[in-house]
């Protein structure tokens, strides 16, 4: 069958209408936009362009958008920059247990800098709980973060009900949504779910990388970290990257064509393997099953076999997938995603993650099952030798 890559959730392989436009502005259209000639204004056109576009797709102001080398720094700087700006308003901050690193780390660096850095809790199968939100929401609260979908278990946050409740009890707080997974798996409208800040990533939707955007609501009070000489009204210093930046938005355009029949798709891939993983003794699925969850996100344990151990066995017949998050997988640590849903040391140590893209077909997850059947029964007698 050849190689089946599930593991889209840590990178897509880029469209080919995205090599294209990014070969073509690296070759052809390779002037800088802030130049005042000709090959200037033809490099300018296309960071309108796909500002215009993700703007359209979102219904908010083009000039809300701010490019960024990807869903780290659009990060940091939604964090720090907000972090900055407000403190003299107040010093607290509300995030959860099992947020990506891109998020955590930099809260750690403002936990050093004297912010109070509180985390909301999560029930077992990672839904942020609404009720603690709200009991720890007051004047001193200056910035909640949460992710919109959980990169590891595919758990989704009620992002517009907890946007209502920080509006409505936080009348200091920014609330800043890191959609990286979410973003070409749903519509995301900030204005309408009430978000202030919004992290995007762009080699998560068949884009390059080192591509991303962060979304600013008008009026919102966020510091620029970059400072240079003043391109993206000031708020973002530096060159602007053109052919990522044009890249990125034909992957944004690519993403919402089609897009409740790619989203089908991609649910009944996961209602299959979940389906399938059920047939296999000693499983246990985490996350929101089926349509509850996100679209293209299944993490199972495979009590008594260990995650690397089952990926390099997947490996081995050419299925990819990931053992929990890969911006982490080289660190030996638990997983911040498990600890926070309270699964055991044995679930954490056996999980891997399956992960979609509209590409990936029925056949290649018939395929994976197949392996899984045959090998899994193996990997645990030899462990228990």
């Known amino acids: 069958m050849g190689e089946i890559y599930f593991d889209n959730s840590s990178t897509t392989?880029?469209?080919?209408?995205?090599?294209d436009i990014v070969v073509k502005t690296m070759t052809d259209d390779y002037g800088n936009p802030s130049s005042l000639h000709k090959k200037g204004v033809?490099?300018?056109?296309?960071?309108?362009?796909?500002?215009?576009?993700?703007?359209?797709?979102?219904k908010v102001s083009a000039n809300e958008i701010y490019f960024t080398s990807g869903g780290t720094e659009s990060n940091n700087w939604a964090l720090i920059g907000t972090a900055l700006a407000n403190r003299r308003k107040g010093?607290?901050?509300?995030?959860t247990a099992m947020e990506h690193?891109?998020?955590?780390?930099?809260?750690?660096?403002?936990?050093?800098q004297g912010f109070v850095i509180k985390k909301i809790p999560v029930d077992r199968n990672g839904v942020l709980d609404l009720e603690a939100l709200s009991s720890m929401l007051d004047d001193d609260v200056i910035l909640v973060s949460t992710m919109y979908v959980n990169n590891e278990i595919g758990a989704v946050v009620p992002v517009a009900e907890a946007a209502k409740l920080i509006r409505e009890?936080?009348?200091n707080a920014l609330y800043h949504v890191d959609a990286i997974q979410a973003f070409g798996k749903y519509r995301i409208y900030p204005r309408q779910l009430g978000v202030d800040m919004l992290s995007v990533s762009g080699h998560k939707l068949h884009g390059p990388k080192g591509t991303g955007f962060l979304y600013i609501r008008n009026g919102a009070h966020?510091?620029?970290?970059?400072?240079?000489?003043?391109?993206?009204?000031g708020m973002r210093s530096g060159t602007e990257n053109v052919p990522g930046i044009a890249g990125l938005g034909v992957a944004v355009r690519e993403a919402y064509t089609d897009f409740d029949a790619k989203i089908d798709h991609l649910y009944d891939l996961k209602e299959r393997l979940e389906e399938g993983l059920d047939g296999i003794e000693g499983t246990v699925i985490h996350g929101l099953r089926g349509r509850e969850g996100a679209p293209q996100i299944v993490n199972v344990s495979i009590l008594g076999v260990s995650s690397e151990v089952l990926l390099h066995t997947l490996e081995d017949h050419q299925i990819y997938v990931s053992a929990g998050s890969a911006c982490s997988t080289h660190k030996r640590l638990a997983s911040p995603t498990m600890t926070a849903i309270g699964a055991p040391r044995e679930e954490s140590s056996s999980s891997v993650r399956f992960s979609f893209c509209e590409k990936n077909t029925a056949e290649e997850v018939d395929e994976a099952l197949k392996v899984l059947r045959e090998t899994v029964p193996m990997l645990r007698r030899y462990r228990a030798k």
């Open 13 to 19: 392989r880029p469209s080919q209408a995205v090599v």
């Open 42 to 58: 033809d490099a300018e056109k296309y960071l309108r362009e796909s500002r215009e576009t993700i703007a359209g797709v979102m």
């Open 91 to 95: 010093h607290t901050i509300l995030t």
């Open 101 to 112: 690193p891109a998020v955590a780390e930099p809260l750690r660096f403002l936990e050093s």
């Open 169 to 171: 009890k936080a009348k």
């Open 222 to 233: 966020v510091s620029p970290l970059i400072y240079g000489g003043g391109q993206q009204n």
